[in-house]
C-alpha cells in the first residue's frame, strides 16, 4: 500500500516544526507535504505554479490547513478546493490557533471535515496531531474519489 | 296653598224635609187633620145630637106615659067614686052630706088634688069638697074643663089654669061625667090638681144634664118645668109657637133658637100625653151637647193635634237626623278634606317640583301669585313676600324671557303648555327652569317648574369641556399634520375664535430677545396690522407702558376688557385694524412663565369668565401643541444631525471593532503561535536534550513551559471578555434556577469530591440573553465554588429577593470572603485579592460578569466579609 500522503498548510515555521516533531513523536511515516502559504497549497492540489507537472494522481489523504496564511489564506483554499472536483472530497482538517467561532462556522460552511485548535501545551498539541493522524490515515476511509488516484 | 276657595260640597236634603217645605207640608197636614178633625166632629156632633135627641124623645114620650097614666089612675079613681053607689044616691038626691062624704074620700085618696067638686049637667057647682060657699051654685059651663067634659061627655084634663088665690103652683082641673046606670049623665065630678105634685113626679124622671123637662097643656102653657119655674103667673113655653101643629102622636125634634139667650140655638124634643093635649118638652142646649161632646171633642182635637205634633215632629226629627247625618257626613267629609288637604299640602310643600298657583288680573295683562310651594320658591329664588304681588312685580324682565306669553297662552286657550328648559335670567336670578302650565277649572294657572341649573349647569360643563376637550384634541390632531409652528398657532386661533365666538385674534410669543412676535393672525384680510419681527421692539415697548395686550402680558393675568373705549391702557388701534368691540387675553404660560398671549376680539355679546376660563384651559393646549411642534421640528433636525452622527459613529465603531476583531483575532492566532513555539520546544527540549542540561537549566525550561501555559489561560480570558462584549445579545425568557443547577452539576461532576450545601430558589425566571447569563453565572458559580473549597461544610445559594419594588439576584457563599475595602475594584479586568497560589485565576471571571450584567442594562456589587463568605447581587433591566 502507497504511503498517504499528509498536506500540511502552515506558514509559521515553528508550528511546520513541532507539528513534524509530534508526528515523529507519534511514529506517523506518512508523507507530510508541507505548503508554505495558501498559493503553495492550492498549487500542489491543483498541479500548479511550483509544483507544475506534479503527479496528480497523487492527492493527499488529508490536508491540515491553518487559517491564517500569506497571500491566499486558509478559508479560501478551502473554498478553492471545494469548489474543484479533484479536491472536493479530500477532508481537510482546520488546524488553527483561533477559537473564534466565526472562524469555526466559516470553516464548516465551507466544507471543512473538522477543526482543531491547535494547543499551546505541546503535550497536548501532540497527542491531538497523534489523534489526528491515528484517525485520518488509518481509521478514516477516503472518499473513492480520492482512492482513484490510488490505481 | 292658601286663600283656597272652599267648594266643599253641601248635600241637598230630600225635598219634603227642606225649611220651607216642612212648613208648608205641617200646614197641609194641619189643615187635613184639623178639616178631617171638623168634618169627623160633625159627623159625630150630629150622631151624638141625634141620639141626645133621641133620648130626649124618648125621655118625652116617657114622661107623656107617666103623666097619661097617672091621669088614667085618677080618672079611674074619681069614675070608680062616681059609680059608687051612694055617690050615685047622693047625686041623684042632690044629697050634699053625702055627696061631702064621698068627695072627701076622693080627695084622701088622691093627696094631689087641690080640691073636688061636683057640679050638675049644666055646670052649676052644687057641692065641693072642702067646702067654698062663694063657689057654691056658681055656674062653671064656661070654664074650660066644663067644656072640655061635656063635648063628648067623656073625662077631661083641663088647661092649665092660674090658682085663685094666687099660689105659686097652676092648677088643672079633672073632670068626669057622673052617670046613672043607664047612662045619663048627672053631672061632672072635678077635681082640681095642683100640678106641683105632677111635677114631683115627673122630676123624678132622670135627665141629662143641660137637659130641661117641660110640660104644657093644650095651648102651650107652662104646667111644669125643670127649667123655667113657672109663678104665679101661667106662662107660656117659648118655643110652643115654633113646633107642628097639630101636634102629632109620637114624638118630634124640632131646633129652636132662643133668643133671648142670646139667639143661642136649643134642641127641643116634644111629646103629647094621649087623649089630655099635654105636651111633654124636653129641651136640650146645643151647648149642652157641646159640653157633653167637649171630652170627644178634646179627645180628637188631642188626637188630631197629637197627630199633628208627631207628624211634624217626625218631619223635624227626620231633618235633624238627616241634617246632623249630613253634617256628620260633612264633618267627616271635612275630616276626610282636611286630611286629604293636609296631604296635599304636605306634598305640595314637600315635592321637590315646583309649583306656583297664579290668577290673571286685568284679564291677563298679569298674574298674581297665589301660593307657591318649597321648591317653586327655590326655583324662583322668592322667599319672602310673594302671595299677592305678580309675575311682573317679582320677576320684572319676565316679558322679555317668553314665559310670559305662554301664560298668557294658557290663560286664553285653557290648553296646558309644556315650556321645555329655558334660561332665566334678570337682575337677581339666573336659572334653567322648565315648565308644565295649565289651567285649572278655577281659571287658575298652575305652574309645575322644575329647577334644571343644575343639570343646566352641568350639562353646559360637559358640553363646555367637550368642546373644549374636541377643540384641543383638533388642536393636537392639526398640529401633527402641521408642518410648522405658525400653522399651528393658525389653527389654535381658528380654536380659540371658535370656542369663544370671536370675530378675530392674535397668537403672539416673547421672542428670546423679550420682543414680542405675532406667530399667527386669524384674518388675512389684515396683513397691515402684522407685526414685522423688525417693528417688535417698537410694539413691546410701547406695550410695556400701555396697551390692553401688554397688561396680558405684563401682568401675567388673563383680561377681558368688554369697553376698549374707556380702558385706561388704551394704545389705539394700528392702522388698517378693524375696531375692537371686546377684548380677551390670556397669557400663554410655560413652566409658569410668560411666553407669549393669545387674544381674541369682539364676540358679540361680550366676553365672560366662561370664555375666559375656555381659552385658558386651551392655552394650556396651545402651548404644549405649538411647543411640542416646535420641538418636534427641533427633534427632527436634531435626528437627522443624530442620525449623521449615528452614521459617523457607527463608522467609527465599525472600524474600531473590526480593529478589535482583527486584534482579537491576532492576538488567538499571533500570540499563540509564539507561545506555542515556546511551550512546544523547550518541552521538545526538555524531553530530547534533557541530558544535556543540568538541573537549574532544566528546571528554568519548565518555568519557561508553565509561564506558557498560563500565558495560555490568559489568552483565552481575555478572548472570552471580548466575546462577550461583541457578541449578540438574544433575549428571552431565562430560567436562572434551572441554568444554575445544571452547572452547579456539571461542576460537581469536574470535582466531585467536593461537599458542596447548594441551596437554589426555584423559578427565577428573567428576560435576558440565556447565553451570556449562562457565562456570567457560570462564572459566579466557580467563583463561590473556588473560594470556599476550603470550607469544611461549603454552602453556595442562589436566589432573588425585592427590595424597593426592584429585583436582586445573589450568589452567596461562606467562602473565604473579601475586604469590602476593595470590592470596587473587584469587577476590573485581571483584578485578583488573592494568590494564584491560594486560589488560581486570572481575575477575568468577575469582569465578564460585570460585562454581561451591565449589557443587560443591571448592576452587579458584591458584600462581604474577611474569613465570612461572600455575596454578589447584580440586578437586570
Known amino acids: ?151 | 296653598m292658601k286663600n283656597r276657595p272652599d267648594n266643599r260640597h253641601v248635600p241637598s236634603l230630600p225635598w219634603f224635609l227642606e225649611q220651607r217645605n216642612i212648613i208648608i207640608i205641617s200646614l197641609s197636614v194641619l189643615l187635613i187633620i184639623s178639616a178631617a178633625t171638623v168634618f169627623q166632629y160633625y159627623g159625630h156632633d150630629r150622631k151624638a145630637t141625634e141620639q141626645f135627641l133621641r133620648k130626649d124623645r124618648n125621655a118625652a114620650v116617657m114622661t107623656s106615659l107617666i103623666l097619661e097614666e097617672r091621669f088614667q089612675m085618677i080618672i079611674k079613681t074619681m069614675e070608680s067614686y062616681g059609680n059608687r053607689l051612694r055617690m050615685m044616691e047622693a047625686v041623684a038626691n042632690r044629697n050634699e052630706k053625702k055627696a061631702r062624704e064621698q068627695l072627701a074620700g076622693l080627695k084622701k085618696e088622691l093627696d094631689d088634688a087641690e080640691s073636688a067638686a061636683i057640679t050638675d049637667r049644666q055646670g052649676t057647682l052644687w057641692v065641693g069638697y072642702p067646702p067654698a060657699p062663694e063657689v057654691q051654685g056658681k055656674n062653671f059651663n064656661r070654664r074650660d074643663w066644663y067644656k072640655g067634659v061635656s063635648r063628648k061627655w067623656k073625662p077631661y084634663v083641663s088647661e092649665v089654669m092660674p090658682t085663685a088665690n094666687g099660689e105659686k103652683n097652676p092648677l088643672v082641673v079633672v073632670s068626669v061625667p057622673l052617670t046613672d046606670n043607664q047612662g045619663g049623665v048627672h053631672g061632672v065630678l072635678a077635681i082640681i090638681l095642683r100640678t106641683a105634685r105632677l111635677g114631683e113626679t115627673i122630676g123624678r124622671i132622670p135627665l141629662d144634664p143641660g137637659s130641661f123637662l117641660s110640660v104644657t097643656d093644650q095651648k102651650g102653657r107652662l104646667i111644669y118645668s125643670s127649667r123655667r119655674n113657672p109663678g104665679k103667673e101661667i106662662i107660656p113655653y117659648p118655643f110652643y109657637f115654633m113646633i107642628d101643629k097639630p101636634i102629632p102622636e109620637g114624638s118630634q125634634s124640632v131646633a129652636v133658637f132662643e133668643h133671648s139667650l142670646d139667639g143661642r140655638k136649643n134642641y127641643v124634643s116634644y111629646a103629647t100625653v094621649a087623649d089630655k093635649g099635654w105636651i111633654i118638652f124636653i129641651e136640650r142646649s146645643r151647648r149642652a151637647i157641646f159640653l157633653e161632646e167637649r171630652t170627644h171633642l178634646i179627645q180628637l182635637a188631642a188626637i188630631s193635634i197629637l197627630l199633628f205634633l208627631v207628624i211634624f215632629a217626625s218631619l223635624l226629627y227626620f231633618r235633624k237626623r238627616v241634617l246632623t247625618q249630613q253634617v256628620r257626613e260633612q264633618l267627616q267629609t271635612h275630616e276626610e278634606l282636611q286630611a286629604s288637604e293636609m296631604r296635599f299640602k304636605e306634598l305640595f310643600d314637600n315635592m321637590s317640583t315646583g309649583v306656583a298657583i297664579f290668577r290673571a288680573v286685568n284679564d291677563g295683562e298679569d298674574f298674581e301669585i297665589i301660593d307657591m310651594n318649597e321648591a317653586g320658591q327655590k326655583c324662583a329664588r322668592l322667599y319672602t313676600d310673594f302671595i299677592g304681588k305678580t309675575l311682573c312685580d317679582v320677576f320684572p324682565m319676565v316679558k322679555e324671557t317668553g314665559i310670559f306669553e305662554f301664560f298668557q297662552e294658557v290663560w286664553k286657550t285653557g290648553r296646558p303648555v309644556y315650556h321645555p328648559t329655558i334660561f332665566y335670567h334678570d337682575g337677581r336670578l339666573s336659572v334653567w327652569t322648565e315648565s308644565h302650565l295649565y289651567k285649572m277649572p278655577s281659571g287658575e294657572i298652575v305652574d309645575i317648574v322644575n329647577d334644571v341649573t343644575e343639570r343646566m349647569k352641568t350639562e353646559e360643563m360637559i358640553f363646555r369641556q367637550g368642546r373644549l376637550l374636541t377643540a384641543i384634541n383638533s388642536v393636537f390632531y392639526e398640529a401633527l399634520m402641521a408642518s410648522g409652528e405658525e400653522d399651528v398657532a393658525k389653527t389654535c386661533l381658528d380654536v380659540a375664535q371658535d370656542i369663544t365666538g370671536s370675530k378675530f385674534g392674535m397668537i403672539g410669543e416673547i421672542t428670546p430677545d423679550g420682543l414680542f412676535s405675532t406667530t399667527a393672525m386669524s384674518d388675512p384680510g389684515w396683513e397691515a396690522c402684522r407685526i414685522p419681527e423688525m417693528q417688535a421692539v417698537r410694539m413691546i415697548m410701547d406695550m410695556t407702558i400701555r396697551g390692553i395686550w401688554g397688561q396680558v402680558i405684563l401682568q401675567d393675568r388673563p383680561l377681558i376688557v368688554n369697553d376698549p373705549a374707556s380702558y385706561p391702557d388704551r394704545v389705539g388701534l394700528p392702522e388698517g385694524h378693524p375696531p375692537i368691540a371686546s377684548f380677551l387675553g390670556v397669557p400663554l404660560r410655560e413652566r409658569d412663565k410668560v411666553v407669549g398671549m393669545i387674544a381674541v376680539a369682539n364676540n358679540e355679546s361680550g366676553y365672560t369668565e366662561d370664555h375666559q376660563h375656555d381659552l385658558e384651559a386651551l392655552s394650556v393646549a396651545f402651548v404644549e401643541a405649538m411647543r411640542r411642534k416646535s420641538a418636534e421640528i427641533k427633534l427632527q433636525r436634531m435626528n437627522v444631525e443624530l442620525d449623521q452622527q449615528v452614521s459617523q459613529r457607527t463608522a467609527l465603531l465599525t472600524a474600531a471593532n473590526r480593529e478589535l476583531e482583527a486584534f482579537s483575532y491576532s492576538v488567538s492566532h499571533d500570540l499563540r503561535a509564539p507561545l506555542r513555539s515556546i511551550n512546544g520546544f523547550s518541552r521538545a527540549v526538555l524531553d530530547e536534550y534533557a541530558d544535556k542540561l543540568d538541573e537549574a537549566g532544566k528546571s528554568y525550561l519548565e518555568r519557561i513551559h508553565k509561564a506558557t501555559q498560563r500565558m495560555d489561560v490568559l489568552i483565552d480570558d481575555l478572548l472570552n471578555l471580548s466575546k462577550v462584549t461583541r457578541s449578540e445579545f438574544q433575549s428571552d425568557a431565562v430560567d436562572l434556577s434551572r441554568i444554575f443547577r445544571a452547572l452547579l452539576k456539571d461542576r460537581q461532576k469536574n470535582d466531585p469530591d467536593r461537599v458542596v450545601d447548594a441551596i437554589v430558589a426555584d423559578g427565577i425566571v428573567v428576560q435576558a440573553d440565556t447565553r451570556l447569563m449562562r457565562i456570567a453565572l457560570d462564572n459566579l458559580l466557580e467563583n463561590a465554588w473556588k473560594f470556599t473549597s476550603r470550607e469544611a461544610l461549603a454552602r453556595i445559594e442562589f436566589g432573588s429577593e425585592v427590595n424597593d419594588g426592584r429585583v436582586f439576584y445573589f450568589i452567596r457563599d461562606n467562602g473565604v470572603g473579601f475586604n469590602e475595602t476593595y470590592s470596587g475594584k473587584m469587577f476590573g479586568a485581571f483584578q485578583r485579592f488573592h494568590s494564584a497560589a491560594d486560589f488560581p485565576g486570572t481575575g477575568i471571571g468577575l469582569a465578564i460578569v460585570q460585562r454581561i450584567i451591565h449589557r443587560h442594562g443591571g448592576h452587579v456589587w458584591a458584600e462581604g466579609e474577611v474569613g465570612k463568605g461572600a455575596t454578589f447581587y447584580f440586578t437586570l433591566a
Not at chain 1, 515555521?13 to 497549497?41: C, H, M, Q, W, Y
Not at chain 1, 507544475?52 to 478546493?81: F, S, W
Not at chain 1, 467561532?101 to 473538522?114: C, H, T, W
Request: proline share 5%.
Open chain 1, 1 to 151: 500500500m502507497k504511503e498517504k500522503t499528509i498536506l500540511l498548510v502552515e506558514d509559521n515555521p515553528d508550528d511546520v516544526e513541532l507539528t513534524l516533531l509530534a508526528f515523529r513523536k507519534n511514529d506517523i511515516s506518512s508523507k507530510v507535504v508541507v505548503a508554505n502559504d495558501g498559493v503553495e497549497a492550492l498549487d500542489y492540489l491543483f498541479g500548479s505554479g511550483i509544483h507544475a507537472g506534479r503527479d496528480m494522481n497523487d492527492l493527499p489523504a488529508v490536508v491540515l490547513l491553518d487559517l491564517k496564511l500569506p497571500k491566499i489564506d486558509g478559508m479560501e483554499v478551502l473554498a478553492r478546493m471545494r469548489e474543484e472536483e479533484i479536491t472536493r472530497v479530500i477532508p481537510v482538517v482546520v488546524l488553527t490557533s483561533s477559537s473564534e467561532e466565526r472562524d469555526m462556522m466559516e470553516s464548516y460552511e465551507l466544507g471543512a471535515n473538522s477543526y482543531i485548535r491547535k494547543p499551546v501545551d505541546f503535550n497536548r498539541f501532540t497527542e491531538a496531531v497523534k489523534l489526528i493522524g491515528l484517525y485520518w490515515l488509518h481509521w478514516n476511509e477516503p472518499p473513492p474519489l480520492a482512492r482513484k488516484g490510488e490505481n
